[in-house]
């Protein structure tokens, strides 16, 4: 069986550190059930996790289950912290770089890690990348679909987006706190299962229509989810820059191209909508994604891959090739 690199997987510490000023939205974690533990956020249960979250040898163990190679893992999106006063989220991402710092040294080279910034403060959020690539040696960094509300591809991002650039950093978006929940009608479930893509959709978008790439052409930036809705958002992206003089002298550059430089994992839990997204951004830029070790992960990878198409030199490049492409990494995979 092939063997991949997973470009998507989430970490949570053991334990977080008391707040140092006492601020509201400070997460926690309380005992429950078996190994599992709550995660508590204003005295309410925000998720249960389990002990894979924090426990590497049973991560490692996992890993070989589902023949991932290497695994890149980044924060849960809720530790984000884009709402707490920025001094406040620097502590705590901080904290959090720290430990998955910790869990990438402990794991003898199976794990790479994705630092989480505190975007709500440019300066801050720069320092702190700067540290996660310099001194821990982090891959890149995991950053959100859109900032308290304001989407990614504004050009208010656009120091950070030069100082990723210039520190040769990977970007992985990933949803969060999307927008529209209020037109779901449903458990919180839907959060992660619908208003996630719809809002990763958007982020790329706005990408597109930021004209971000123009102004960073070496940004390697990937969406999580396949893109959300981007692929069926194209068409008519494409279709309205022929209608709207507007959205002409908006958009600088073919939409289909620019969406082309972006990459994507293949976390669509479905070989037909894989296809689709092959067919509308090309074989350089999907890659491997489970969301493990979440309930709500892809567990066969692999065999995904190899279902989507029988063509040995596509699997190669969405298992592997495009992954370290997108990382900076060169050499064979173990």
């Known amino acids: 069986m092939h063997r991949a690199i997973d470009i998507h997987a989430h970490v949570v510490p053991a334990a977080f550190p008391p707040s140092l000023r006492g601020q509201a939205g400070w997460p926690s974690l309380e005992s429950a059930h078996d190994c599992h533990r709550n995660i508590m956020i204003d005295g309410r249960v925000y998720r249960t996790l389990t002990d894979r979250c924090w426990d590497v040898p ?15 893992v980044s924060p849960m999106p809720e530790l984000f912290s884009y709402w707490l006063p920025a ?28 630092a989480a910034v505190p975007l709500q403060d440019l300066d801050i ?38 100082a990723a650039e210039r520190l040769d950093a990977a970007v992985f978006v990933h949803a969060v706190r999307p927008a529209g929940m209020d037109r779901l009608v449903g458990p919180n479930a839907l959060q992660q299962v619908l208003g996630y893509p719809t809002d990763i959709g958007l982020a790329a978008a706005s990408v597109i229509t930021g004209n971000t790439l123009e102004r960073f052409p ?33 958009v600088h550059a073919d939409v ?10 293949a976390l669509v839990y479905d070989e037909p909508t894989l296809r689709h997204l092959l067919a509308t951004f090309g074989d350089t830029g999907l890659m491997v994604g489970t969301d493990y070790p979440f309930n709500f992960h892809e567990r066969h990878p692999v065999e995904r891959i190899c279902k989507t198409s ?25």
């Open 310 to 334: 029988d063509d040995a030199a596509l699997q190669q490049k969405l298992l592997v090739a495009n992954a370290k492409r997108f990382l900076g990494l060169s050499g064979a995979i173990a």
């Open 58 to 72: 049973k991560r490692i163990a996992d890993m070989d289950a589902m023949h991932v190679a290497l695994q890149v």
């Open 87 to 114: 001094l406040d989220a620097d502590d705590l991402l901080r904290y959090i770089n720290d430990q998955t710092a910790e869990f990438v040294t402990a794991s003898g080279g199976r794990l790479i890690g994705l």
């Open 256 to 265: 289909y191209a620019q969406a082309r430089r972006f990459f994507y994992d």
């Open 218 to 250: 070496t940004l390697r930036i990937a969406f999580s989810h396949g893109g959300g809705t981007l692929a069926s958002l194209l068409p008519r992206l494409d279709e309205g820059m022929r209608v709207f003089p507007a959205l002409r002298e908006c």
């Open 125 to 162: 959020a720069i320092a702190e990348l700067t540290r996660a690539r310099q001194t821990l040696g982090f891959a890149g960094v995991e950053i959100g679909s859109n900032i308290n509300g304001v989407p990614i591809g504004a050009p208010q991002f656009d120091p950070f987006f030069s």
